[in-house]
């Protein structure tokens, strides 16, 4: 069977942003989006879509401190980060069902009702830049998700346990990287 492209989508909301720098090279940048994100099913009812989390959120706090000498000026600078997403959409599991069947059973006359629970992440990241005659370049440390913070993607049934289970975005994240600007 081919597949036919004549739905209806609708997304809408609200993205508010404060941007503010100090004198002392601090810095500070918080956005927050309000949304919805539906589409009308081939049943003719309006729907969530897979991604209508609702909300999402940043805060980014940082600090630079320069060093200038005659030869190459650099900075050392340091982010903290928070993110925050309203959790996924996902298709409600029938667990009755599933049980019976030993396997996921969902209830598609519900497809994207339910939310999963809310994403939370704290970055922290620490960058030396190095600006030279012809290029500038930066080594960065960070770690991502420094709280561990365990954000669900997704769930499915376990026939061996008989519940619902998750899974799970990956954990710490440690990054390290150079960055050269030309």
Same mark, same amino acid.
Not at 37 to 43: F, G, K, V
Not at 172 to 182: D, T
């Given at each position: 069977? !081919?597949?036919? &492209?004549?739905?209806?989508?609708?997304?809408? #909301? =609200?993205? *508010?942003?404060?941007?503010r720098?100090?004198?002392?090279?601090?810095?500070?940048?918080?956005?927050?989006?309000l949304?919805e994100?539906?589409?009308?099913?081939?049943?003719g009812?309006?729907?969530?879509?897979?991604?209508n989390?609702?909300?999402?959120?940043?805060?980014?706090?940082?600090?630079?401190? !320069?060093?200038? &000498?005659?030869?190459?000026?650099?900075?050392? #600078? =340091?982010? *903290?980060?928070?993110?925050?997403a309203?959790?996924?959409?996902?298709v409600?599991?029938?667990?009755?069902?599933?049980?019976?069947?030993?396997?996921?059973?969902?209830?598609?006359?519900?497809?994207?009702?339910?939310?999963?629970?809310?994403?939370?992440?704290?970055?922290?990241?620490?960058?030396?830049?190095?600006?030279?005659?012809?290029l500038?370049?930066?080594?960065?440390?960070?770690?991502?998700?420094?709280?561990?913070?365990p954000?669900?993607?997704?769930?499915?049934?376990?026939?061996?346990?008989?519940?619902?289970?998750?899974?799970?975005?990956?954990g710490?994240?440690?990054?390290?990287?150079?960055?050269?600007?030309?």
């Open positions: 069977d !081919a597949l036919e &492209n004549e739905g209806r989508g609708k997304n809408y #909301g =609200l993205e *508010l942003t404060l941007e720098y100090w004198t002392n090279q601090s810095y500070l940048l918080a956005s927050l989006s949304f994100s539906t589409y009308l099913a081939s049943d009812q309006w729907r969530n879509t897979r991604f989390a609702n909300t999402a959120a940043t805060f980014l706090i940082g600090k630079e401190w !320069a060093f200038k &000498n005659r030869r190459n000026p650099s900075a050392l #600078g =340091l982010d *903290l980060r928070y993110s925050h309203g959790g996924q959409r996902v409600p599991i029938d667990l009755l069902k599933s049980r019976q069947q030993a396997r996921t059973i969902t209830i598609p006359s519900r497809i994207y009702d339910e939310k999963l629970p809310a994403f939370h992440r704290l970055d922290v990241q620490m960058e030396w830049r190095v600006q030279y005659p012809h500038t370049g930066s080594t960065i440390l960070g770690v991502q998700n420094a709280t561990n913070h954000n669900p993607i997704r769930q499915s049934f376990n026939a061996a346990t008989g519940k619902i289970q998750y899974s799970y975005l990956a710490i994240i440690p990054v390290l990287g150079y960055r050269s600007e030309f």
